[in-house]
């Protein structure tokens, strides 16, 4: 298959790259670093991105950024980040994306464990990434064509725990690695509407 993906050249995305590219032509993209550059909060931006490379059999998102910090001093400013970027970045991605995808192909989105389980400073990150998943639970039965979207939603990665460790108080972590195979189950199986949680 051909795969786009985006997020390639962070923690995540290095080890889905590794997982699928033993079996697929992948595309990695980055917003500085990649073979393509893009900038998710840019409609115009991800319409370039498409148009360059052109049809694809797989969408994977592996990025989006959002606001972390104390919800007595959090300004709708600062939520509006997380909407901006890790919500409606990868909404666009699907939207514009979907129309560049060859029959029976399909689109992942990244979420996270905080969806289910709240940590301090984590407001934002807990709506962000439970809209992801409405969002791919909405679309899933209106796509055409056989298209699919998944969402995965990984626990904190055993690679960020140098920077997200005191965020994550009794979390286990898991590999990049292991994360990655759900994103091949994504792909590579017949799913969709799913959620798959690496907790
Ligand atoms: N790491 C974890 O423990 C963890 C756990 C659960 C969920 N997640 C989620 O997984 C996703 C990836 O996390 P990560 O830790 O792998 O991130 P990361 O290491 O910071 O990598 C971010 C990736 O996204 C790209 N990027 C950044 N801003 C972008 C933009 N505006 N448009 C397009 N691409 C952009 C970066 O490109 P450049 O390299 O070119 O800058 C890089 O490839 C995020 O949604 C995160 O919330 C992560």
């Known amino acids: 298959m051909k795969i786009v993906l985006i997020g390639a050249t962070g923690t995540l995305g290095r080890a889905i790259d590794a997982q699928l590219s033993a079996s697929h ?7 500085s670093r ?12 991800v319409e370039a991105l498409f148009k360059a490379i052109g049809r694809v059999d ?12 104390p919800l007595t001093e959090m300004t709708a400013e600062q939520f509006n980040i997380g909407l901006q970027d890790k919500l409606l970045g990868q909404v666009r991605l699907a939207l514009v994306g979907q129309h560049y995808l060859e029959d ?7 979420s996270g464990i905080v969806a289910n389980e709240p940590i301090r400073y984590g407001a934002n990150a807990t709506a962000v ?10 679309a899933a ?6 298209l699919r979207i998944n969402v995965v939603s990984p626990t904190v990665v055993t690679e960020s725990m140098d920077v997200y460790a005191p965020y994550f108080p009794g979390f286990e972590p898991a590999p990049a690695a292991r994360v990655a195979l759900a994103y091949q189950r994504s792909v590579e199986g017949p799913q969709t509407g799913q959620v798959y949680r690496v907790w």
């Not at 029976?104 to 990244?110: C, D, H, M, N, V």
């Not at 039965?141 to 056989?146: A, D, S, V």
């Open 25 to 31: 032509q992948i595309i990695p993209v980055g917003r």
């Open 34 to 45: 990649g073979q393509h550059q893009v900038d998710i909060t840019s409609q115009a931006s």
């Open 58 to 69: 797989a969408i994977v998102s592996a990025t989006g950024s959002m606001h972390f910090g």
């Open 104 to 110: 029976g192909g399909s689109i992942t989105l990244t």
């Open 129 to 138: 990434n439970s809209a992801v998943e409405g969002f791919a639970r909405g």
């Open 141 to 146: 039965i209106e796509l055409p064509r056989g």
